[in-house]
């Protein structure tokens, strides 16, 4: 069995679905389990309904009105006013606004995944309803009942033995099956989500449990690059790369594959490719067991907006475990990731992602124990296989600040021009 993943941009509009469904026909016309993302930016459109509910906000039902407009908009280009799925989209507005109405839950992250989940539902109501437009028969499926989860809302952890059971169960591996990506559900039927952009971890996730042929993540880009094409005016198709290699590139920020996306795959060694939904009839890149990298040339992952934090003691002392571990502690407290560490006798120094805007909190808490430098809106370019013209290249994109080389990788933080 194949599993194709479409994410928000492939099916953005009328026009884009199409394009999907023709793909599907085209490509995997059986044996193929299709995992869809919602349309568009509506994931952030769903985002602001959940702000504007918590919050109890006047605009609520301007927003709901919005997402409506826009998934019914599409459907006008695809389908004639008669068609079951409108109906059928109309249930699902339906089931929101109840639970809208009657939830009396005031836990966040829980009313997130309650509400957040409508976007791919819609999206492959629709697409699936088009494919039988066309003629070509699918199984609509709710992923909720088949991914399990226990109830970490906003990043749910998979119940790997129950969903094991659940697909091994129920999927029909020789049909086109279409269903979500990014939700599932917990022991008690409520929805979880398996944190942002986890729509490829979905499509790991089936993969492994039906050992599937392959796993095609279809995007924009012509494949994994070496570069993001909006930092580099200069960019590589990388063409084959290990899991291994994947893995690493995925852990300093790369953004085309998902982290979580990849383990499952590794374990069963089974083939990831990355194509385009623009340029179908194009290879892409392979991610599977074998050469590390082709053609092994320099890979470039840049984080922008970092800050670099430079901490020593107050009394000169040295810094050694115990403050290295206090440290580590409040950056964990407050919830900032860490991607670059260095450290010498008298200083350690961290840049780090203030994601949850906590940082100020966490500044005014240490300043009183230690003396701390703060730069902020640094850039952290990560640089696989550099050589020097590579190194070069970061330095030209303004002040370095700190540099840290091991065998393998060079991490450069930039103060912009």
Excluded at 66 to 85: P, T
Excluded at 349 to 369: G, H, M, P, R, W
Aim: contains cysteine.
């Amino acid at each position: 069995m194949k599993i194709f993943k479409f994410g928000g941009a492939s099916v953005k509009d009328a026009e884009s679905v199409k394009n999907v469904a023709n793909i599907i026909k085209n490509e995997g016309a059986k044996d193929t389990l299709v995992v869809i993302s919602a349309m568009g930016k509506i994931t952030n459109a769903f985002e602001e309904v959940v702000d504007a509910y918590y919050h109890k906000k006047e605009d609520l039902p301007t927003k709901l009105n919005f997402i409506e407009e826009f998934h019914k908009n599409i459907m006008s280009s695809l389908f004639d006013a008669d068609d079951e799925v409108y109906k059928e989209i109309d249930i699902l507005f339906g089931e929101l606004g109840w639970f809208l109405s009657r939830n009396t839950s005031r836990r966040y992250n829980y009313v997130y995944d309650q509400i957040i989940c409508f976007g791919e539902l819609l999206s492959t109501k629709i697409v699936s309803a088009y494919l039988v437009k066309l003629g070509q028969d699918n199984v609509w499926f709710d992923v909720r009942n088949y991914i399990k989860t226990d109830s970490s809302y906003r990043d749910a952890k998979v119940d790997w033995d129950l969903t094991q059971e659940l697909i091994t169960k129920k999927v029909d591996a020789s049909k086109i099956n279409i269903t979500q990506g990014f939700i599932a559900a917990n022991d008690t039927e409520n929805t979880t989500t398996l944190g942002r952009e986890g729509s490829d971890y979905t499509a790991g996730i089936f993969a492994y449990c039906l050992n599937a042929e392959s796993v095609t993540i279809w995007k924009d880009v012509p494949g994994v690059l070496n570069a993001d094409p909006r930092v580099f005016s200069e960019t590589t198709l990388l063409e084959q790369i290990s899991y291994e290699e994947a893995i690493e590139m995925a852990f300093y920020g790369a953004s085309v594959i998902h982290p979580k996306t990849l383990q499952p795959l590794e374990r069963k060694e089974i083939p990831l490719l990355v194509r385009s939904f623009v340029h179908p009839k194009e290879a892409g890149t392979k991610v599977s067991k074998g050469t590390r990298l082709v053609p092994y040339i320099p890979c470039f992952i840049v984080k922008k907006n970092q800050i670099l934090v430079s901490i020593s003691a107050l009394d000169f002392s040295f810094m050694v475990e115990n403050n290295i571990s206090f440290i580590f502690q409040k950056l964990h407290d407050y919830q900032l990731k860490v991607n670059l560490i260095q450290n010498s006798a008298i200083s350690f120094s961290v840049c780090i992602d203030n994601k949850f805007n906590k940082f100020d909190a966490f500044y005014e808490e240490l300043k009183t124990q230690f003396k701390i430098d703060v730069q902020k809106e640094v850039d952290l370019y990560t640089v696989r296989h550099f050589d020097e013209n590579a190194i070069k290249a970061i330095e030209e994109k303004g002040n370095s600040l700190l540099t840290q080389v091991n065998k393998e990788t060079s991490q450069i933080v930039v103060s912009p021009n």
